[in-house]
């Protein structure tokens, strides 16, 4: 069963933007955390942003004040808002959730590529 759909990559120009939306069933949506990964070719999986259920956010020191997550309640989506990107940022990118911090993240789903390029 598809939990968590990812979409909005593509390909940018260093400095441009690009808004990742992540899709979730409504269960999904109620857990608490939830969050924005990426991995980019032979690196591990990284954390981006978090963000709980009651809007608090946390973002890789890499990332911040350039990126930002959000979450709409209502259209059961979570977003990540992603301006002056950098060729590092090039990865697939991935969203998530758990009930709580510390517990395991659900099955992953296909990511969507971001390429930037220089």
């Known amino acids: 069963q598809v939990q968590l759909v990812e979409s909005g990559g593509g390909l940018v120009q260093a400095g441009g933007s690009l808004r990742l939306s992540c899709g979730a069933s409504e269960r999904t949506f109620r857990l608490n955390e939830m969050g924005w990964f990426r991995q980019a070719p032979g690196k591990q999986r990284e954390l981006v942003a978090l963000?709980?259920?009651?809007?608090?956010?946390n973002y890789a020191d890499s990332v911040k004040a350039r990126f930002t997550i959000s979450r709409d309640n209502d259209e059961k989506t979570m977003y990540l808002q992603m301006n002056s990107l950098k060729p590092e940022d090039t990865a697939v990118y991935y969203c998530?959730?758990?009930?709580?911090?510390?517990?395991?993240?659900?099955?992953w789903g296909r990511g969507t590529q971001v390429t930037v390029s220089s």
């Open positions: 963000i709980g259920s009651g809007g608090s956010t």
């Open positions: 998530n959730a758990r009930p709580s911090p510390g517990v395991a993240w659900l099955a």
